[in-house]
């Protein structure tokens, strides 16, 4: 998937606008205001509206993209709000990821090839202390064909066999298909089919 490399999203993310909206995800907010604040760890996170909605609850934030200029705008916004967040600009391969270090981590719309996912998710499990929570949104198969977002790969798309297997060591919460309208921005716009779950790791 070279075609999603950094060149590919420091172009996508080179707008004044906010081409995933400025609000954090609804499924993101709504889980998180659940959980009382820590440190929290977000992979992929673009131009940072969540990592700046989570600093703005008082959580402690670490955030990663491959972008710089999605760095530069998740900056700029946390400016705005008032608060700071951790950004670092690095392939999600080469990410040192914390052990046992975070009260919760999210992955929210972050789409990798299926021959990497399954390492990034054991490391991001890793990553948690026991009881730290995985807030998971992404889009699944049923999303080919739409144009409201996400990779037109059917490989890059979810199954809930995908978590099922890969999160096998944490305790499942929620895990649903859900057919919703997607408002963050012109690239995630109208009805689209997503997947959802949310895991605790055990003691």
């Given amino acids: 998937m070279t075609q999603y490399n950094n060149n590919f999203?420091?172009?996508?993310?080179?707008?004044?606008?906010?081409?995933?909206?400025?609000?954090?995800?609804?499924?993101?907010?709504?889980q998180l205001e659940k959980l009382k604040p820590g440190?929290?760890?977000?992979?992929?996170?673009?131009?940072?509206?969540?990592?700046?909605f989570a600093?703005?609850?008082?959580?402690?934030?670490?955030?990663?993209?491959?972008s710089i200029v999605a760095k530069l705008k998740a900056e700029k916004?946390?400016?705005?709000?008032?608060?700071?967040?951790n950004y670092s600009v690095c392939d999600i391969k080469d990410y040192i990821f914390k052990e046992n270090f975070y009260n919760?981590?999210?992955l929210i719309f972050f789409h990798k090839p299926a021959e990497l996912r399954s390492s990034i998710h054991k490391k991001i499990i890793n990553s948690l202390k026991p009881d730290g929570t995985l807030i998971f949104e992404m889009f699944n198969k049923e999303?080919?064909?739409?144009?409201?977002?996400?990779?037109?790969?059917?490989?890059?798309?979810?199954?809930?066999?995908?978590?099922e297997r890969d999160?096998?060591?944490?305790?499942?919460?929620?895990?649903?298909?859900?057919?919703?309208?997607?408002?963050?921005?012109?690239k995630h716009s109208g009805e689209a089919s997503v997947i959802r779950y949310i895991g605790i790791k055990n003691q």
Avoid at 11 to 25: A, C, K, L, V, W
Avoid at 39 to 52: S, Y
Avoid at 55 to 66: F, H, I, K, S, Y
């Fill in 9 to 30: 999203w420091d172009e996508r993310y080179s707008t004044q606008e906010f081409i995933y909206g400025r609000e954090p995800n609804e499924f993101f907010k709504e």
């Fill in 39 to 52: 440190k929290i760890l977000l992979p992929g996170e673009g131009e940072g509206r969540n990592a700046v």
């Fill in 55 to 66: 600093a703005r609850l008082g959580w402690q934030v670490e955030a990663t993209d491959q």
């Fill in 77 to 85: 916004l946390a400016t705005e709000y008032g608060v700071k967040i």
């Fill in 104 to 106: 919760a981590s999210a």
């Fill in 143 to 163: 999303q080919l064909g739409r144009d409201s977002g996400g990779p037109q790969d059917y490989e890059m798309l979810y199954s809930t066999e995908d978590i």
């Fill in 167 to 186: 999160f096998s060591s944490l305790r499942t919460v929620l895990l649903e298909n859900q057919i919703i309208t997607l408002t963050e921005g012109p």
